[in-house]
């Protein structure tokens, strides 16, 4: 798994490649969003148009990364869910936790769109 980042305004752009199936991968998002707060930076977009799959420790990593944003007044958007991913968001609900954005953009703008 690798995880790409961009920095857009204020806004962090993170793309996930590979599978969120627990392990290093894991702990490897969550380390890249504590590592953004460190730096003052709340508002993140985690893309997920490259991962085919998650199991409950990669929503347990989401979760932990949203929880820690909210918890400095920030925000996580996800874009670009594939089919397989939504519809696990939606089995266990945290679709009502999590925005969710059919593209980077949309959800880029969402932010902007809070701040007024």
């Known amino acids: 798994m690798a995880i790409k980042e ?7 752009i993170l793309t996930v490649h590979g599978n969120l199936m627990g392990g290093s991968e894991t702990q490897e998002l969550r380390d890249k969003v ?17 991962v085919s799959w998650i199991n409950s420790t990669g929503l347990g ?14 925000e996580l958007a996800i874009a670009h869910a594939t089919d397989k991913v939504n519809s696990l968001l939606m089995i266990t609900q945290l679709i009502k936790i999590f925005k969710n954005y059919e593209t980077v953009d949309r959800a880029v703008a969402s932010f902007q769109k809070s701040n007024k």
């Open 61 to 74: 990593a989401l979760m932990a990364s949203y929880t820690s944003l909210v918890n400095k007044n920030g």
């Open 34 to 50: 504590y590592s953004l707060i460190a730096d003052g930076i709340i508002k993140v977009v985690v893309d997920l148009s490259k």
């Open 6 to 12: 961009k920095i857009v305004n204020d806004v962090a």
